[in-house]
């Protein structure tokens, strides 16, 4: 398991990044973001958990706080893995823009978001 994305921002960013999003349910077994797919959205984990697969194996297992999805918008290339729910989820849905946009107005969320995005460049 990961540290919440949202421990590096206020109270009050981390509220105004979550109203920016869509809260969804997604049920156990969806794959809401593909393997090689075009980067047009980003997902908070709020409840749940996700396997992350690289070429259909297990490459990390992410829960509540983490952002998935974000790699590819922050990066500008093509998805580098499949996300695939293990439990029901609860996520906030950013739209591509939406995200770049958050992460211009909420400096915090932007550093976050970049870090994020390095460490799953670099480290899978």
């Known amino acids: ?44 984990i709020t409840e749940g958990e996700v396997s992350v697969r690289r070429g259909g194996v297990e490459i990390a297992t992410l829960g509540a706080g983490s952002v998935v999805g974000e790699a590819a918008i922050v990066n500008r290339t093509l998805r580098s893995a499949t996300v695939v729910a293990l439990t029901p989820l609860r996520v906030v849905h950013f739209t591509s823009e939406r995200l770049e946009q958050l992460a211009d107005e909420v400096p915090a969320f932007g550093a976050a978001l970049r870090e994020a995005a390095a460490g799953r460049v670099n480290g899978g």
């Not at 509220?15 to 077994?29: F, S």
């Open 1 to 44: 398991m990961t540290d919440s994305i949202l421990d590096a921002l206020s109270p009050a960013d981390a509220e105004r990044v979550i109203a920016a999003g869509r809260t969804l349910t997604l049920p156990q077994g969806w794959s809401p973001i593909a393997e090689s797919t075009p980067a047009d959205k980003a997902y908070l």
